[in-house]
């Protein structure tokens, strides 16, 4: 059954996601960094009880950016752009419950929504003393950070979005087992979602769109680690459930980008699966100034594209954060 779902879909959405479809990414010459001498602190922190891991780099007197991950990874993904930013910038990364090196309740311990995960990141903020910030925000990271641009918008210097989807143009032909899950949770949908919860998945997520040898196993290790825990695929397929309360809150989400303009930097992996260019084009219908960067890259565009896209980054917070 997994596999009659899965590979139509892969070779549908590959379709979608590939270059020749895609819109021509900016002409515009971008500066690419080599790595500083900053240090990265790998640190815990309370949070509501649990051991919340977080990877922070730079001096806190200079305008912090919260880097959010996305599904299935943790704060292992920004491994390689933190140092790319921390000389200028203050950085700080952490791993949601259930990701990483933070603590994993089980389900009857900690609810597994994306409002919970929210509020985590909010007392985690607090926690380490963060109160304004520009947002990374990539997969999962995207509608965790929205709500602090719908519910705490003050916060929020500027949004750097990252593969991070707010528009339904955005959701690929991979959603279909998922979108099943949302329409009737029961113990077939939730085997037909668990296909993403495979190896083959997450090598899938890191290796579709780039070249293959420019695809670091490490990191696919690492994420499938996460994944294979005890008690961690309940997890998952809870967020996979609740998902949908994100959809559900995208006009919300286009409101507050309307009324609040947030200054908004789209750096795009063009050949994303799962997250459609039409998804990042999408975010000019309510932030005409946002600038939107497409990369030759996928999913995880951070894995083969660190230096552009930390140079576009650079460019952007220099002229929108003083």
Known sequence: MIRTIMFPLLASAAVIAS?????????????HYSIPSTPIHYRTVKVDGLDIFYREAGDPKKPTILLLHGFPSSSHMFRDLIPLLADKYHVVAPDYPGFGHSSQPTPAEYAYTFDHLYETVDHFTRAVGVDKFAAYIQDYGAPVGLRFVSRQPERVTALIVQNGNAYESGLSPLWAPIQALWANDTPETREGAAVFLTRQSATFQYSEGV?????????????????????????????????????????????????????????????????????????KQDLPQAEIHLIDAGHFALETKAGEIAGHIRGFLGRKIK
């Open 19 to 31: 270059p020749a479809a895609a819109a021509p990414a900016s002409s515009a010459p971008v500066a």
């Open 211 to 283: 070249p293959q040898e420019l695809v670091n196993p490490d990191a696919i290790e690492n994420d499938f680690a996460i994944l294979d825990r005890p008690g961690n695929r309940e997890i998952q397929l809870n967020l996979f459930a609740n998902y949908q309360t994100n959809v559900d809150l995208y006009p919300t989400f286009h409101e507050a980008f309307r009324k609040y303009q947030v200054p908004t930097l789209v750096v795009w992996g063009k050949n994303d699966p799962i997250f459609t260019v039409a998804g990042a084009q999408a975010f």
